[in-house]
């Protein structure tokens, strides 16, 4: 059974940073590829970045500069670290992972198979 637990969020100020943390349980269960999506009240949620086995990583036009994700894959923790916090990036973040390769590029939601439950982040202005 895939477990996928989220940690790290919180309120930062405008300009600041986070880094996020997904602490992964996937035991006979390959990941092809990890992402983070974020989703705000009313909207659907939206691929962030990803990040594939092979080391291939793609992230969304609008973090792009301002995110990184990367993997310990000894403690096999999927990060996300934001920089230049803007107000539009509070949401509620979600770990993600496929157990298949999927097409490149920041993909919808539907094709990943498994899920955290998410994790606050509020940047005040």
């Known amino acids: 059974q895939v477990q996928l637990v989220e940690s790290g969020g919180g309120s930062v100020q405008a300009g600041g940073s986070l880094r996020l943390s997904c602490a992964m349980s996937t035991g006979p269960v390959r990941l092809y590829v990890m992402g983070w999506f974020r989703r705000t009240p009313g909207k659907e949620r939206e691929g962030v970045a990803r990040l594939d086995t092979d080391g291939v990583t793609a992230y969304a036009d609008s973090v792009k500069g301002r995110f990184t994700i990367t993997k310990d894959n000894v403690k096999n923790i999927l990060y996300l670290k934001m920089n230049r916090l803007k107000h539009e990036d509070s949401a509620m973040y979600y770990c993600?992972?496929?157990?298949?390769?999927?097409?490149?590029?920041?993909?919808?939601?539907?094709?990943?198979?498994?899920w955290g439950q998410g994790i606050q982040v509020s940047v005040s202005a």
């Open positions: 993600a992972g496929a157990h298949n390769p999927l097409l490149p590029g920041i993909v919808d939601d539907l094709w990943y198979h498994h």
